[in-house]
């Protein structure tokens, strides 16, 4: 079957930084993804990673290994505002995106 | 923000009866999905449409049906609603296979 695993829970400090790991195991890849979702909105697209490596954007960052099914989020100088669920999501061989259940950070002062 | 609609926003019904929701987008995107959010679940996919009366099924789709028959209108239809499908509904779209998906604001239907 095809499974997306990530932490349930995560707190982390005001102006600290912290990593949020999604590991997969899906039939074929076709791509990770990254969305952010406060609590009672939709989800938002943050990040996508095709190929191995880091990619930046701002305070996000999110890494890909596809050898290891291993992705992660690096969310530095950390804002209240952060405080949200994070979603990792594969598209797999069909082009089909499979979700984790997502990884709610919350932020304390 | 890309433009997606959905109606209503929330909703309240019996069991046993036939519900719609819709989902309207002024994108012209081509790909359009149906999506529900459970607590502990990920999204998990309904039905997702390719293009105007192309749809296919998702991994849950039982119970479930759904119609295109517009470029920018896409409906999720319940045919007997149970209270397992309370639940909170969320329509996405995307410009392809390979691009990101954009949400819609979600419905939280509510089966008594």
């Known amino acids: 079957g095809q499974n997306i695993d990530q932490p349930t829970e995560m707190t982390a400090t005001e102006g600290a930084i912290v990593q949020i790991n999604c590991t997969y195991q899906?039939?074929?890849?076709?791509?990770l993804f990254w969305y952010q979702q406060h609590a009672g909105e939709a989800p938002t697209f943050l990040s996508y990673?095709?190929l191995d490596g880091l990619e930046e954007k701002g305070r996000f960052s999110s890494f890909l290994s596809r050898s290891k099914g291993y992705s992660y989020l690096l969310l530095k100088e950390l804002q209240m505002k952060d405080s949200a669920s994070y979603l990792c999501?594969?598209?797999?061989?069909?082009?089909?995106?499979?979700w984790g259940a997502g990884t709610k950070l919350i932020i304390k002062p | 923000d890309a433009g997606i609609t959905q109606s209503p926003r929330h909703k309240v019904t019996e069991t046993g009866t036939p519900v719609t929701l819709r989902c309207h987008q002024t994108?012209?995107?081509?790909?359009m999905y149906w999506y529900r959010q459970d607590p502990g679940h990920g999204l998990r996919l309904i039905h997702y449409?390719?293009?105007?009366?192309?749809?296919d099924k998702g991994e849950v789709s039982d119970g479930y049906s759904v119609s295109r028959s517009k470029t920018e209108d896409f409906l999720l239809t319940l045919e007997s609603a149970t209270s397992s499908q309370t639940s909170v509904y969320f329509c996405?779209?995307?410009?392809?296979?390979?691009?990101?998906?954009?949400f819609g604001q979600g419905t939280r239907l509510t089966v008594v």
């Open positions: 449409s390719y293009g105007v009366k192309d749809t």
């Open positions: 999501a594969v598209r797999d061989e069909n082009y089909q995106l499979i």
């Open positions: 994108e012209n995107h081509r790909y």
């Open positions: 990673n095709v």
């Open positions: 996405a779209i995307s410009e392809s296979e390979n691009t990101e998906a954009f």
């Open positions: 899906t039939s074929g890849f076709n791509g």
